[in-house]
């Protein structure tokens, strides 16, 4: 069976920012994970591998998010970004359901939040069947949630 890992990847500050250097990388998009450097430091930037070969994932998470769920204390994280590399994408290798599927066993007890794309709503809807956040806390955000 497959070994996923993840690791923490590099940051630095860039322009009063934390982020990674990913200018050069190969089956990624970097635009889209420049755009989403924070200036804060709780946030993980996670680079997955399988079975120790190369990067095949990264995922940004805010480990610290609002819960929802007002009724009862609920620790919460934001799943603010995730991307599987270009050549793995629908590839069979499900390597995005391993992520999630790995997140969610990590955080057992915690709710999770993502905000799905009109690229991703297939993933989030269809494959891993997470449904709408409903409340009033989302502002029109269309969040998908996972409660345990």
Not at 71 to 86: F, G, K, P, Q, S
Not at 111 to 130: M, N, R
């Amino acid at each position: 069976m497959s070994k996923l890992r993840w690791v923490l990847a590099e940051t630095t500050l860039v322009n009063g920012r934390w982020q990674p250097n990913y200018d050069d990388d190969i089956g990624f998009t970097p635009s889209m994970w420049l755009e989403r450097s924070r200036g804060r430091t709780d946030h993980q930037w996670r680079s997955y591998s399988l079975d120790g070969d190369d990067e095949v994932a990264r995922m940004l998470l805010t480990p610290t998010y609002s819960s929802h769920t007002h009724r009862r204390a609920t620790r919460a994280v934001l799943l603010d970004a995730i991307e599987v590399r270009a050549d793995l994408q629908r590839s069979g290798a499900h390597i995005g359901r391993m992520v999630i599927e790995e997140l969610v066993d990590e955080h057992r007890n915690w709710e999770i939040y993502a905000g799905p794309t009109a690229s991703s709503a297939l993933f989030w809807d269809e494959k891993l069947a997470w449904p709408r956040c409903d409340c009033n806390d989302c502002y029109g955000r269309d969040f998908v949630v996972w409660r345990p």
